[in-house]
T-cell receptor, first 115, second 116 residues
């Protein structure tokens, strides 16, 4: 079983739709959760960063973490064609007590928002 | 803030030559930098973790003599692909973690390497 599972899509929605992207994970030690957006042939761009369980909102984006279910989500409201990209979830844990470990990535979900 | 500059963005080289890719954190210090490789429509594959002033930690299956990593300062890490072969053609991406700022990591723009 992979550390992080993410449906690769592709996902295609009309402009204005609410988009829901999800990842599940197996390592209960993960405490730090991130969502990245990657446009074609570009490096990933950090969208949201969340520590432990709960919700975080930033403009049209909302990140949710449910540690009990080992499930994280990213919601995009009022989606725009410019949101068309690949969205990668990533997570990390502390190792050896206080040292920050590496990031574990999902495969990425390819999203297309059509006008 | 939190800008990571990666250079070059694209490079074509002949088989057998070496290529150096630079990763710079422009507005923060990064004790730790990461190097990834990404194949088309695939996620990022971690190659190695580099810590300033010490040897890089390579992931299983990554040849350390082929992919030389140097992290000589808190703002610069380099990846050198030695004796490149066509199968080394890929998209290489670096990321940098700001010192003392949690686990966020910021990515460079990536380098498209083509070995002919």
């Amino acid at each position: 079983q992979k550390e992080v599972e993410q449906d690769p899509g592709p996902l295609s929605v009309p402009e204005g739709a609410i988009v829901s992207l999800n990842c599940t994970y197996s390592n209960s030690a993960f405490q730090y959760f991130m969502w990245y957006r990657q446009y074609s042939r570009k490096g990933p761009e950090l969208l949201m960063y969340t520590y432990s369980s709960g919700n975080k909102e930033d403009g049209r984006f909302t990140a949710q973490v449910d540690k009990s279910s080992k499930y994280i989500s990213l919601f995009i409201r009022d989606s725009q064609p410019s949101d068309s990209a690949t969205y990668l979830c990533a997570m990390s844990a502390l190792i050896r007590g206080s040292t920050l470990g590496r990031l574990y990535f999902g495969r990425g979900t390819q999203l297309t928002v059509w006008p | 803030g939190a800008v990571v500059s990666q250079h070059p963005s694209r490079v074509i080289c002949k088989s057998g030559t070496s290529v150096k890719i630079e990763c710079r954190s422009l507005d923060f210090q990064a004790t730790t930098m990461f190097w990834y490789r990404q194949f088309p429509k695939q996620s990022l594959m971690l190659m190695a973790t580099s810590n300033e002033g010490s040897k890089a930690t390579y992931e299983q299956g990554v040849e350390k003599d082929k992919f030389l990593i140097n992290h000589a300062s808190l703002t610069l890490s380099t990846l050198t692909v030695t004796s490149a072969h066509p199968e080394d053609s890929s998209f290489y991406i670096c990321s940098a973690r700001p010192s003392g700022r949690g686990t966020e990591a910021f990515f460079g723009q990536g380098t498209r390497l083509t070995v002919v």
